[in-house]
């Protein structure tokens, strides 16, 4: 069993850039799948991003491509989402989660463990 703990979110101003961590413990990262999901109030949570066992295969949801990057170093057992150009309609609770394959899944039920969430707050 992993746990993981989220880090990094914030109020920002829209335009700017927030970084978030995903540090894991309790067994490695390496070679699973993980995963950036967000829930913002009255919606249904949304996956945002998603990166393969090895890093080289991504995934993003339309709304964040080319400004949201999602990233993960083995040897820190953390994984990252770099937010840039951060717009209002990004305001959520951002959660990651890790799934129990190496390749990215399609549905959120693959991914078996989840943090607790951080807020990301972008005003406008």
């Known amino acids: 069993q992993v746990q993981l703990v989220e880090s990094g979110g914030g109020l920002v101003q829209a335009g700017g850039s927030l970084r978030l961590s995903c540090a894991a413990s309790?067994?490695?990262?390496?070679?699973?799948?993980m995963g950036w999901f967000r829930q913002a109030p009255g919606r249904e949570r949304e996956r945002v991003a998603g990166?393969?066992?090895?890093?080289?295969?991504?995934y993003y949801v339309d709304s964040v491509k080319g400004r949201f990057t999602i990233s993960r170093d083995d040897a820190k057992n953390t994984m990252y989402l770099q937010m840039n150009s951060l717009r209002p309609e990004d305001t959520a609770v951002y959660y990651c989660?890790?799934?129990?394959?190496?390749?990215?899944?399609?549905?959120?039920?693959?991914?078996?463990?989840w943090g607790q969430g951080t807020q990301v707050t972008v005003s406008s």
């Open positions: 989660a890790s799934a129990t394959v190496f390749f990215i899944p399609i549905q959120a039920s693959a991914y078996k463990n």
């Open positions: 990166i393969s066992g090895s890093g080289r295969t991504t």
């Open positions: 309790g067994r490695t990262i390496s070679n699973y799948a």
